[in-house]
């Protein structure tokens, strides 16, 4: 190929205008880099009026992706419109006609990612998507490639910058979670439509790809346990701190005999770990190798400069192999498609915690002694407890950290909590992940 790269980008918002602006910028430097000019050639979407403060020259905006897609002058389509349709059928579409696909989209991923990549493994084409998964943070190629000679056995971390952001301030006393959530969306900072990020659904999305990338296992995006963030209060907060925890949204994977364990939900992160320092919109994310160790991977996890340089990195990594005329340097989850394996996600019920708990009971006699007969009862073992000051008309917050139990032994005890008369408000739950990096 003589004439260099021509790219194309479908969908132009905040993530394709960033990485516009960067190809423009730096369209000189990447071609020296490679040796091979790589130039934007087309770029469709749906709204070709607003004003990005980006001038394109005439004709290069277009509303029309499949126009995008059949353009001789284009090599590369970068998909960044989202969503699982039309989203799919344009990568589809771009790989048969056989073009190198660079994607952001990890709804899209969590739930076609096998199919459309045996479409990139059949044609010798890139798949790249280290974009979908911690922003900036090039934890997609780390994994892929770097920690390859090893094996991953957890995988977790902090996969939402929203969510995190919205936690950090409630700990940083700026209000409740509704609140905080309404000057996040009027600054800009969370969507209008914020569910995906504060209910967990985008961190699993996420974790289902570690999960494919890291341990090599296909699992369902329906079969991870999540619970996002909309019921924590910035009393969990409190009394986290006094138990020396940071309160975050974690998505946790660790690979065991039994299937995978994959869940998302609000932890209770304690002080000393790495993760309980990050805050605002920072992502991390934490591997454990049985060779490696611990490592972790922090930075930007959204935005719209930081995701742009990891869809550069895919359409860099796709001229290189344009130049070459050879097929990308590695498949799209780092193995064939035929090594990847389908795993059984263990169900939440079989897996056990350290758990917080929250109650509030009546100031009574004997009121405690029930709650703790009914925990012995289900075998869980209280490491601490304490009673706080009185809340309303007689009730008081009684706080407790439980020893490693079965979540299935809590969800019972809890159900048996909530029918004595003794309590009087829905008990708060959450998990303290001691075990984080294979600390038991
Ligand atoms: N909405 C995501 C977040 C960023 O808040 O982290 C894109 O993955």
Redo the contacts with the bound molecule.
């Keep these: 190929m003589k004439r260099g790269v021509g790219v194309g980008v479908i969908g132009y918002g905040t993530i394709g205008a960033g990485v516009v602006r960067l190809l423009r910028q730096r369209v000189k430097a990447h071609g020296d880099r490679l040796g091979f000019p790589v130039r934007l050639a087309r770029v469709a979407d749906l709204d070709t009026s607003s004003d990005r403060g980006i001038k394109l020259p005439t004709g290069v905006l277009i509303d029309d992706a499949r126009a995008l897609i059949d353009d001789p002058s284009v090599n590369v389509v970068v998909e960044l419109v989202g969503g699982v349709e039309p989203a799919r059928t344009f990568i589809l579409e771009a790989l048969r006609a056989g073009k190198h696909v660079v994607t952001a989209n ?1 709804a899209l991923l969590s739930e076609h990612g096998v199919a459309l990549s045996r479409e990139a493994e059949k044609r010798g084409l890139l798949l790249g998507f280290e974009a979908s998964v911690g ?1 900036g943070i090039p934890i997609v190629r780390t994994i892929k490639e770097s920690l390859a000679g090893d094996t991953n056995e957890e995988v977790y971390g902090i996969l ?4 995190n952001y919205i936690l950090s301030a409630m700990s940083e006393g700026e209000g409740e979670f509704e609140e905080v959530l309404a000057r996040a969306q009027a600054m800009g900072l969370a ?1 209008a439509d914020p569910s ?2 504060v209910d967990g659904i ?1 961190s699993v999305h996420k974790l289902v790809i570690l999960v494919g990338l890291a341990f090599g296992k296909k699992i369902k995006a329906r079969s991870v346990h999540v619970e996002g963030i909309r019921s924590v209060s910035s009393k969990e907060i409190a009394y986290a701190r006094e138990f020396g925890y940071r309160v975050k949204l974690l998505a946790v994977a660790r690979d065991t005999p039994a299937g995978v364990e994959a869940r998302v939900h609000p932890s209770m992160v304690p002080e000393s770990h790495l993760l309980a320092q990050v805050s605002g ?1 920072y ?1 991390a994310v934490c591997i454990k190798g049985r060779a490696l160790g611990n490592s972790v991977y922090y930075g930007q ?2 935005g719209m400069m930081p995701t742009a340089t990891a869809v550069l990195g895919d359409i860099l990594e796709a001229a290189r192999s344009l130049r070459d005329e050879r097929p990308p340097s590695s498949e799209p989850w780092g193995q064939p498609l035929a090594r990847l394996s389908s795993a059984r996600v263990i169900p939440m019920g079989d897996t056990a915690h350290e758990h917080y708990l929250r109650l509030t009971v009546v100031d009574k006699p004997g009121a405690l002694a029930r709650i703790s007969s009914i925990l012995a009862d289900e075998g869980i073992g209280i490491a601490t407890l304490s009673q706080h000051e009185i809340e309303t008309r007689g009730a008081v917050p009684v706080v407790l950290r439980t020893y490693r139990s079965a979540e299935s032994a809590m969800k019972r005890a809890l159900a048996r909590v909530g029918r004595l008369r003794d309590n009087r408000a829905k008990p708060v739950l959450l998990r303290v992940e001691e075990g984080l990096g294979g600390r038991e």
């Design positions: 990890k922003g939402n910058g929203t969510a969507e995906y990020d985008d919109a992502n996890g959204a």
